[in-house]
């Protein structure tokens, strides 16, 4: 995305200038809102009737065939050559970050609400945050200020989206009419908590769902060192999670009947998981955990919550209370904390390295200045 600037286009000459945090920033934001509209498409989907491992393996291939030739032609050339140390990799990405991961939320929401499945989501940040701390990839440093303010931030971000689910507190805002009712759409019409369904087991699938999700994160950040085409290592890693579900596949669902998509909606809700929950995402995604961190892109799920909060109000008519308002200020808040954490970490690295460097060319200058004037060896006399 950043690094792609050589193009002639006012638009894209237009995004290049802007600062790269910013890109980030926009990027993540508007990455939380593709998500928030796959969590209300995702159950929309399951009411209908649709197979979880059909909707699942059908976005994957619209996943693939999306990034696929974005792969191939724009990576051509920078696209280190495959070996088998870096299939086994892309195996394991898939098979945590795609087979894992998606499997475990398709089964979990089934069992609960979108509502719930994005707050449970939040824990997201604080997995990520240990698993990168513990595998070295995310510096923490309690005797700084920069690791406490990362710490605080990534608590505060986990507390508020707490306060989202668990404390309603008085109404601040109702709406008059929901979307729904005044312009008729039946896809929204059929959203809710899941009935007769087993919400404890749910809540183990969505605990699943966050760890697999929090480790394709971690695992996503030596991979792309190694193997810097962003595109192509979505592409692998896609590709295997369709071979992997395709053989899960074989195994459940072997009636034809179920790979059928029998209406309009179905079909929506296919292409919305495809193209913007699977290869928009995942694109953008990884793009963020290269420039920003995996810490940088998990913090921002928390903002997920709030999105999911402010679409439930206007489309299904849910009303807003002041515990969505107190939690989105400490979800903003902790935002803030990581960020800055961040920001004077990156400060403090630069400054190390200058100094590192300073002792280095005072040497090599004053080497230069008192070479000629040594006398010459006296072993050769």
Same mark, same amino acid.
């Given at each position: 995305m950043a690094d792609s600037c050589s193009g002639s286009g006012g638009g894209k000459r237009m995004w290049c200038s802007v600062p790269e945090r910013v890109q980030l920033h926009v990027a993540m934001l508007a990455l939380q809102f593709g998500y928030a509209g796959f969590h209300v498409v995702s159950r929309a989907a399951l009411n209908m009737g649709i197979s979880k491992i059909v909707f699942i393996v059908y976005r994957?291939? =619209? /996943?693939?065939?999306?990034?696929?030739?974005?792969?191939?032609?724009?990576? &051509?050339?920078?696209? *280190?050559? =495959?070996?088998?140390?870096?299939?086994?990799?892309?195996?394991?990405?898939?098979?945590?970050?795609?087979?894992?991961?998606?499997?475990?939320?398709?089964?979990?929401?089934?069992?609960?609400? *979108?509502?719930?499945? @994005?707050? =449970?989501?939040? @824990?997201?940040?604080?997995?990520t945050f240990l698993m990168a701390a513990i595998l070295r990839i995310e510096q923490v440093r309690l005797n700084r200020k920069d690791g406490i303010a990362k710490? /605080?931030?990534? =608590? %505060?971000?986990?507390?508020?989206?707490?306060?989202i689910t668990l404390y309603k507190g008085p109404t601040i805002y109702s709406p008059a009419t929901p979307l729904h009712r005044s312009i008729?759409?039946?896809? %929204?019409?059929? !959203?809710g908590d899941a009935n007769g369904k087993n919400w404890t087991l749910?809540?183990?699938?969505?605990?699943?769902?966050? !760890?697999?999700? @929090?480790?394709?994160l971690v695992l996503q950040a030596p991979v792309l060192k190694k193997y810097p085409a962003r595109l192509s290592v979505t592409s692998y890693t896609c590709f295997f999670g369709l071979i992997q579900f395709l053989i899960i596949a074989a195994f459940i669902e072997r009636t034809p009947q179920a790979w059928l998509v029998h209406s309009g909606a179905e079909v929506f809700s296919v292409f919305y998981?495809?193209?913007?929950?699977?290869?928009?995402?995942?694109?953008?995604?990884?793009?963020?955990?290269?420039?920003?961190?995996?810490?940088?892109? /998990?913090?921002?799920?928390?903002?997920?919550?709030?999105?999911?909060a402010l679409m439930a109000s206007i489309a299904l008519g849910e009303q807003f209370y002041l515990g969505g308002i107190i939690g989105a200020v400490l979800i903003i808040s902790g935002l803030y904390f990581?960020?800055?954490? &961040? @920001?004077?970490?990156? &400060?403090?690295?630069?400054? &190390?390295?200058a100094i590192q460097s300073a002792p280095a060319h005072s040497a090599k200058t004053a080497s230069s200045l008192t070479q000629p004037l040594l006398p010459p060896s006296s072993e050769s006399v």
């Open positions: 994957n291939v =619209i /996943a693939f065939l999306l990034l696929l030739p974005f792969a191939y032609f724009l990576e &051509k050339k920078d696209r *280190p050559a =495959i070996t088998m140390n870096f299939l086994l990799q892309f195996f394991l990405l898939a098979l945590v970050g795609i087979t894992a991961n998606q499997g475990f939320y398709l089964l979990g929401l089934d069992n609960t609400s *979108p509502t719930f499945a @994005s707050a =449970i989501q939040n @824990s997201v940040p604080a997995i710490v /605080a931030g990534t =608590i %505060l971000c986990v507390a508020g989206a707490s306060v008729d759409l039946p896809i %929204l019409g059929g !959203l749910g809540c183990i699938y969505l605990i699943g769902h966050c !760890l697999s999700w @929090s480790g394709w998981a495809g193209v913007v929950a699977s290869g928009i995402a995942f694109a953008v995604q990884i793009w963020c955990i290269d420039r920003g961190g995996p810490v940088f892109v /998990a913090v921002y799920q928390p903002v997920q919550t709030l999105v999911v990581v960020l800055w954490g &961040k @920001s004077e970490e990156a &400060k403090f690295a630069k400054q &190390k390295v």
